[in-house]
């Protein structure tokens, strides 16, 4: 008998364990190590997804553990009022790696908080209240950062903040305005705009936005897209806050994901890939902003706010990453892992797109390629079908679209394993097709 199979450990989650969204694998997680996770039966499953998509230098990496290690044992929490060198240090170490005008830095636990932070930030700084974002978003499950989440968890929990208005993101899969049989994104963000202006009441504070929005089913923003919504944002007297949950720290080929465009956010926030699976977060704004908060009186801090053993784990991060070239690695790979994912296409009719940057890969399952039409319950065979064969992948599924797998293994993966992963995919896919 399998030991995942322990009647024990599912009587206790079945009467002890909140449900918080989709199904529990029926599998005990025992271990991780690299690119990998073990269940109870000693059987290696493939992690695709880094985890929770944040674990970009794989699982169990020593130098993480070692710093983990040291601070557990000598300082790993303290009063919000207290400083210590590894938040000092983590601070300049962002400021000096992004551009002129990200200089002050605030660190926190998860990404929900770092948006909540920036949210008030540009509330305080403009003197204005409404949000504007994605409609397709994911920017937390707290309060205001779930105002500004529109692809799930809006219904049944009564109103969402006041000033909160969302424009479509541009979708180059399925287009909503064309010219010439293409994609017209900038008449996309005009009409956008048009209706923000229509329903807002003078009190535009901000645009919150992901570089590439992964659980709305890993789109990115066209290259000159940043720099227009920008345009729209400095024109309103908005902040433009950029959301780099998934796309900081080198997983799009860049170190941070708005560097492509040359375009610089007022507020950045980062946080999964930034702690490589630890809870750290952090918001990175200039110093004119931060000065003017603070003189309004600026209040945010959370019980885990400049945490040392987080700031540490991060500050090793930041290190690792640059000292391995880890971004153009990932641009390498993503180059690797997306010609693989095209040759299954060709094989398969069910695959209607693959997109994404670096090692951040949208895969969108359809019926046929031609019609576009989405098949949902084929997705979520391939998905099981994975996880059988010991491949684990994430698929989201929103209305209007198909289902969209969202590929992001560890920064650190190797040739082998990108091609353990697609072929895997492939035998899958063929045995849900069936």
Known sequence: MSRNSDPKFWRDVSAHLIRYGGRFEQLII?????????????????????????????????????????????????????????????????????????????????????????????????????????????????GGAASATYSAGRK??????????????????????????????????????????????GNLAAFLAEPILSSGGLFELPLGYLA????????????????????????????????????????????????????????????????RCHERGYLFYTTHVSDPLPAAVGLKVLEIVQRDGLAERARVMGARLEQGLRVLQN????????????????????????GKAPAPELGARITRACMDLGLSMNIVTLPGMAGVFRIAPPLTVSDAEIDLGVELLGRAIETATR
């Open 30 to 142: 025992e271990r991780a190590q690299g690119s990998f996770v073990y269940d109870a039966d000693g059987r290696a499953i493939l992690d695709f997804t880094s985890g929770q998509m944040s674990s970009i230098l794989g699982h169990g990496h020593a130098e993480i553990a070692a710093v983990v290690t040291e601070y557990a044992t000598n300082l790993d929490h303290l009063f919000s009022g207290m400083l210590s060198r590894p938040v000092v240090d983590l601070a300049r170490g962002l400021a000096e790696a992004t551009p002129p005008g990200l200089d002050r830095v605030m660190l926190l636990s998860t990404g929900g908080e770092s948006n909540e932070a920036a949210i008030k930030m540009a509330k305080l700084y403009t003197g204005k209240h409404e949000i504007v974002g994605f409609a397709q978003s994911w920017h937390g499950m707290t």
């Open 156 to 201: 049944g929990y009564g109103p969402a903040a006041v000033g909160s208005l969302a424009i479509p993101a541009p979708n180059s899969y399925r287009p909503r305005f064309e010219r010439n049989g293409k994609p017209d994104w900038k008449a996309e963000l005009e009409y956008g705009f048009d209706l923000v202006d229509s329903q807002s009441t």
């Open 228 to 291: 227009a919504l920008k345009k729209k944002c400095e024109e309103r007297g908005m902040l433009l806050i950029l959301d780099e949950a998934q796309t900081g720290m080198g997983r799009t080929g860049h170190l941070f994901a708005f560097e492509r465009d040359g375009v610089v956010p007022d507020i950045l926030t980062l946080s999964k890939t930034l702690g490589a699976g630890l809870p750290l977060s952090a918001v990175v704004c200039s110093a004119e902003i931060e000065e």
């Open 347 to 370: 094989r398969f009719d069910c695959i209607g797109d693959v997109r994404g940057r670096g090692l951040l890969l949208g895969m969108e399952i359809v019926a046929d390629r031609a």
